[in-house]
């Protein structure tokens, strides 16, 4: 650029000034050869105007510089008018005035070295011009030619395209300014980089570190904008469906697999899979990187993961987790040429991950907290806390459906004799058992409830008859019956009883069933025990029950 200016600058000085040499040179040539012609017509006018024109021939012969003067004809003047120092001047049509000058040779070599003179003079102030322009200008053009350089290397991040001149003037405080600047945007980029390499770990280098910074805080907005969407998803279910969007629409990946694994049960299972996968992890211990909480990469160590049934194939396996209750694990497969193109979106990847985790991990917790607020811890049921909670929706939903509802109250005969007699340790295995034996005879559509103490409740959704509660109820009774219980090597048979109502048809108010169950459960212990007793009316009418 500076040269081209220089170039530019000569050009133009070095044109002009011939252009005005040459100008200067032919307007002093015109103007000689116009005083010398004036100079011939009034020695000629003196001749035409003089009444004695010998007299006025011999007034013109002694002027300086006049040799001599004559009067011609026309005819003749051809070859005079080409003779050194004359000049021929037309007097009328026939004749002409040829006036000899003494020094008109001289006179026009005197002339020409003036031009020359005059053009030699210029070309050197066209040269001294040049150089002092050059001189002049190069520190303005050096620091115009490093300023584009620094702004061509600032486009890409990178600022240490100082300036310098040694100009003491103003120009000084605008550069010092402008390198000040450098400095201030250097040491902004590197934060806003290294802030970014803390959100999102391991980017991929990039040349043009402006556009690198640019795109990453596009992605970073996403992501940001994918954790508050999450945060108010209704369910872990609802984030993984996210998560899987992304993969597939975003980064448009072909072969994937996600675990979930739940640390607190060491339970692992898939939630989702699309393309073809080589592993299919059956315990969470069998999982390198949920074993190693770090990140499996095939295209690093070939074979490392003993699980990957497929050696053609590299794959990646992420785990993200919080370190908490929750642990997932993301599997990609993919060939060597799809790595080439996918192994720059895989820090984001990690980091849309880690911030599903984090959510995963509170809504898990969350859930399980729920869960165990409405669990028993013992029998691993339902408490009443629960069945409070549902009971009203079970009993809409039946009406709604305009079927029965079998609802179960069991009790274990004579329960107290067995933690008095051999300990509370006795007793809790008893209720597990029967819990056990409640769950592995009802469907899995159907509610089973510690109610409190010894006491459970089962409410059975759906059912077409009476008979077939009372059937499900003897189930229940004889299972248990039969059912030998060893608690410190003794073997205990122990036998319920239960008390059954129907919903809607005892009552349409499903509390009331409940305590309808509960009357007829009195019966049956009233009568003998480890019996099904069903509610009818004459149990209410003899226990003199209000209704509600």
Known sequence: MKKRILIFIFLVITVGGIIF????????????????????????????????????????????????????????????????????VPINTDKTLVIHFKSLAEFENEKYNVILETIIINLIFI?????????LISPYLNIFEELRQSIEKARHGDFSGKLHTKLKNELQKIIENYNSFLDQLNKTFNLVSRNLNILIPNIPKNNDKISAVHKNMEILADINKFKKIIEEDANIGEIYKRLIDIFENKFQLQNFKLYAVLNTKSEIKVIYERGKMCCDIKFPSLCRAYRTSREVNSINFPNICQEHLCPKHNYICIPFSTGGTFTGVASINFTQEEYEKQKEIIPYIESYLNEAASIIEAKYTLNLMKQSSITDQLTGLYNRRYLEEILDKIAASAIREKSLLGVLMIDIDYFKKVNDTLGHDAGDEVLSQLAKVLVNTVRDSDFVVRFG?????????????????IKVAEKIRETFKDLKITVNGKTLNKTVSIGVSVFPEDTNKIWESIKFADLALYEAKRTGRNKVVKFSQNLLEESSYEQS
Do not use: W
């Open 127 to 135: 040269a001294i011009s040049n150089i002092l322009l050059n001189l």
């Open 453 to 469: 103490g010894e006491e459970f409740i089962v409410i059975l959704q759906n059912v077409k008859t009476e008979e077939g509660i």
């Open 21 to 88: 040499t040459a100008f200067t040179a032919y307007r002093f040539s015109t103007i000689t050869d116009l005083a010398i012609k004036h100079s011939a017509e009034t020695i000629r006018d003196l001749y035409l105007y003089s009444e004695d024109k010998n007299e006025a021939l011999r007034i013109i012969k002694n002027m300086p510089n006049i040799d001599k003067v004559e009067v011609k004809d026309k005819t003749t003047i051809y070859t005079t008018h080409h003779m050194k120092n004359c000049i021929s």
